[in-house]
């Protein structure tokens, strides 16, 4: 079932026989606020440093001249009046605003999020102040104002100096999760927390009681707070409550076997229930969460993606409204962050996202979290030669995404990347050493940071179009000029033998790290070679000798194979 779209998300949704009715258990979706700003993409140094690189990840701008004929295609075709009804009111009220071509991209998205849905399942939208009180309405229409459950504030920045001040109002610090349900049979799990404010400190102070075993706990009533006739009886002696004992007597009896009872000395007091430490969940999550911090610019886990979500919000979302073995679907899956915590929680997933960017960051953060061996399905990227011309014909900056991804590496620079790299379009890294002592191989280990190894590139160039014997000369320059160890030409149309014979001159280098074997200077890989399996960069491994990546628990290691 795991699947990854790259497109149009509403063009997918629309498409029944990829998403039938009934067919997803627990949608989450993080589309953009209607900010009016761009978001570029940080990428991280192989060290784990922030780059100083960027990429332009999208723009939250919208337009009603963008947004009209959605606007009217929905309201002629929608089944639901009353969310047609509504729409009409707003379109009175917000005119040809960004609001409403926001609006009217985000309705028939939601009505076909609510068909996808079973009966059981549940969405949760995440939105901030800018637009959540229009969304709620929204939501009310397409679900029914009866199945909202909760606006849920996640208070993402924590601490007492952690809210962003203005002059003129006070610091926002939270998001909402507008959080409905498809019908009264949805799942619901509840959740507990351990890291909520005061929680320890509550601990602490409440389970201040010990047992022979050393096992901490505080004591609880037994007493039944409405009158129950069938419950009033003596137990050892100990006369019941006024309205009588809370449990059975069957179970007053288990429980005093395993030692969760308390005998006060003077009979004339009441049992008393043993709540041991060990067997707090936790506090119960209710709808302000205050206890997971967004990723800050040093978090392990932070990609550098705009809006990036941490991993933990995710998970308890997923462990609330799904069971092991649902379907999770995230429209706007951005840099995967629904889909990691899905999968190490043992969902089966659905991302979909309309920029390869997002979806080869994607692809590289599964692989790195959970291994190279992890399944799943890619919808909407190219598989054979015409869709990739198409891809290349349609939206040449998403050709060059993609072309990269089949290498692995990443883009450098906003735009075509012309300017003082010269056309550089994406970079590789790899780790090298001058030591011969250093083993060539793959290490079990991470090295010690004494050991002096340091990082080269690759510089990576995509054409798209027609290519000719100046274009390897060019990359040639680049490699000399950029001091890297060597360079990748990725073309659409196939370079002539005169090219290659060129790029063979070019000579080769070695990496004493990875035994000492010889890697072409200058490699020319054709899109069709990729497709069919008949070419593939010849480079080192991108691995990082000193710190392997962190896999996470449950997934199998595998050792990387050296040719």
Same mark, same amino acid.
């Given at each position: 079932?795991?699947?990854?779209?790259?497109?149009?998300?509403?063009?997918?949704?629309?498409?029944?026989?990829?998403?039938?009715?009934?067919?997803?258990?627990?949608?989450?979706?993080?589309?953009?606020?209607?900010?009016?700003?761009?978001?570029?993409?940080?990428?991280?140094?192989?060290?784990?440093?922030?780059? !100083?690189?960027?990429?332009?990840?999208?723009?939250?701008?919208?337009?009603?001249?963008?947004?009209?004929?959605?606007?009217?295609?929905?309201?002629?075709?929608?089944?639901?009046?009353?969310?047609?009804?509504?729409?009409?009111?707003?379109?009175?009220?917000?005119?040809?605003?960004?609001?409403?071509?926001?609006?009217?991209?985000?309705?028939?998205?939601?009505?076909?999020?609510?068909?996808?849905?079973?009966?059981?399942?549940?969405?949760?939208?995440?939105?901030?102040?800018?637009?959540?009180?229009?969304?709620?309405?929204?939501?009310?229409?397409?679900?029914?104002?009866?199945?909202?459950?909760?606006?849920?504030?996640?208070?993402?920045?924590?601490?007492?100096?952690?809210?962003?001040?203005?002059?003129?109002?006070?610091?926002?610090?939270?998001?909402?999760?507008?959080?409905?349900?498809?019908?009264?049979?949805?799942?619901?799990?509840?959740?507990?927390?351990?890291?909520?404010?005061?929680?320890?400190?509550?601990?602490?102070?409440?389970?201040?009681?010990?047992?022979?075993?050393?096992?901490?706990?505080?004591?609880?009533?037994?007493?039944?707070?409405?009158?129950?006739?069938?419950?009033?009886?003596?137990?050892?002696?100990?006369?019941?409550?006024?309205?009588?004992?809370?449990?059975?007597?069957?179970?007053?009896? !288990?429980?005093?076997?395993?030692?969760?009872?308390?005998?006060?000395?003077?009979?004339?007091?009441?049992?008393?229930?043993?709540?041991?430490?060990?067997?707090?969940?936790?506090?119960?999550?209710?709808?302000?969460?205050?206890?997971?911090?967004?990723?800050?610019?040093?978090?392990?886990?932070?990609?550098?993606?705009?809006?990036?979500?941490?991993?933990?919000?995710?998970?308890?979302?997923?462990?609330?409204?799904?069971?092991?073995?649902?379907?999770?679907?995230?429209?706007?899956?951005?840099?995967?962050?629904?889909?990691?915590?899905?999968?190490?929680?043992?969902?089966?997933?659905?991302?979909?996202?309309?920029?390869?960017?997002?979806?080869?960051?994607?692809?590289?953060?599964?692989?790195?979290?959970?291994?190279?061996?992890?399944?799943?399905?890619?919808?909407?990227?190219?598989?054979?030669?015409?869709?990739?011309?198409?891809?290349?014909?349609?939206?040449?900056? !998403?050709? !060059?995404?993609?072309?990269?991804?089949?290498?692995?590496?990443?883009?450098?620079?906003?735009?075509?990347?012309?300017?003082?790299?010269?056309?550089?379009?994406?970079?590789?890294?790899?780790?090298?050493?001058?030591?011969?002592?250093?083993?060539?191989?793959?290490?079990?280990?991470?090295?010690?940071?004494?050991?002096?190894?340091?990082?080269?590139?690759?510089?990576?160039?995509?054409?798209?179009?027609?290519?000719?014997?100046?274009?390897?000369?060019?990359?040639?320059?680049?490699?000399?000029?950029?001091?890297?160890?060597?360079?990748?030409?990725?073309?659409?149309?196939?370079?002539?033998?005169?090219?290659?014979?060129?790029?063979?001159?070019?000579?080769?280098?070695?990496?004493?790290?990875?035994?000492?074997?010889?890697?072409?200077?200058?490699?020319?890989?054709?899109?069709?070679?990729?497709?069919?399996?008949?070419?593939?960069?010849?480079?080192?491994?991108?691995?990082?000798?000193?710190?392997?990546?962190?896999?996470?628990?449950?997934?199998?290691?595998?050792?990387?194979?050296?040719?």
């Amino acid at each position: 079932m795991n699947r990854l779209y790259f497109g149009d998300n509403l063009k997918w949704l629309s498409d029944r026989k990829e998403f039938p009715d009934a067919s997803v258990d627990l949608v989450y979706l993080d589309p953009p606020f209607n900010s009016n700003a761009d978001y570029n993409v940080l990428f991280r140094e192989p060290t784990g440093q922030v780059s !100083q690189a960027q990429f332009h990840a999208f723009t939250d701008t919208w337009s009603w001249a963008d947004a009209a004929d959605t606007y009217h295609q929905f309201i002629d075709n929608c089944p639901n009046v009353a969310v047609v009804e509504l729409m009409e009111a707003l379109h009175s009220f917000l005119k040809h605003s960004p609001m409403m071509a926001y609006l009217a991209m985000m309705a028939p998205r939601l009505v076909e999020l609510h068909r996808v849905l079973k009966p059981s399942g549940s969405i949760y939208l995440h939105c901030d102040p800018t637009a959540d009180h229009y969304l709620r309405m929204l939501l009310d229409g397409v679900f029914g104002a009866r199945y909202f459950r909760n606006d849920i504030v996640w208070k993402r920045r924590v601490g007492s100096f952690s809210t962003v001040h203005t002059s003129r109002k006070f610091g926002d610090c939270y998001d909402d999760l507008l959080f409905y349900t498809k019908s009264e049979t949805s799942v619901f799990n509840s959740q507990y927390s351990k890291e909520a404010k005061g929680y320890q400190e509550y601990l602490e102070s409440r389970f201040n009681m010990t047992d022979e075993n050393g096992r901490r706990y505080q004591l609880d009533n037994l007493g039944n707070p409405a009158p129950r006739p069938n419950l009033m009886y003596e137990y050892k002696g100990y006369k019941p409550p006024a309205n009588g004992w809370a449990i059975s007597r069957e179970k007053m009896e !288990q429980w005093d076997k395993e030692g969760r009872l308390y005998f006060p000395k003077d009979k004339t007091k009441r049992i008393r229930r043993k709540r041991f430490l060990d067997e707090v969940k936790g506090k119960p999550v209710q709808t302000i969460w205050d206890d997971i911090a967004e990723i800050n610019s040093q978090a392990q886990e932070r990609l550098g993606y705009p809006t990036q979500k941490p991993v933990a919000l995710l998970e308890r979302i997923i462990s609330a409204s799904s069971n092991p073995g649902d379907v999770v679907l995230d429209p706007f899956c951005g840099c995967g962050t629904t889909i990691h915590a899905a999968q190490k929680l043992d969902r089966q997933w659905i991302g979909i996202d309309i920029t390869y960017l997002a979806i080869n960051l994607i692809k590289r953060r599964l692989k790195d979290a959970f291994g190279e061996e992890i399944e799943f399905e890619e919808k909407g990227q190219p598989t054979d030669f015409a869709g990739a011309k198409q891809l290349a014909e349609n939206d040449k900056f !998403q050709f !060059q995404h993609w072309a990269l991804s089949l290498i692995g590496a990443r883009p450098l620079k906003e735009g075509e990347g012309k300017g003082a790299d010269r056309g550089v379009d994406g970079l590789l890294y790899y780790y090298e050493t001058e030591r011969k002592d250093i083993p060539g191989r793959v290490m079990e280990e991470p090295l010690p940071r004494s050991e002096p190894v340091h990082r080269e590139k690759i510089i990576v160039q995509v054409k798209g179009g027609g290519v000719n014997r100046s274009d390897v000369a060019t990359l040639l320059g680049d490699v000399e000029n950029q001091k890297a160890a060597g360079g990748v030409l990725i073309t659409l149309e196939k370079p002539s033998k005169q090219m290659r014979t060129e790029a063979a001159d070019a000579g080769r280098y070695t990496s004493k790290l990875w035994h000492d074997k010889d890697y072409p200077r200058v490699q020319i890989l054709t899109v069709e070679g990729f497709l069919d399996g008949t070419e593939r960069i010849d480079a080192p491994p991108q691995i990082n000798p000193f710190a392997m990546a962190a896999r996470e628990a449950g997934a199998r290691e595998k050792q990387t194979e050296m040719l």
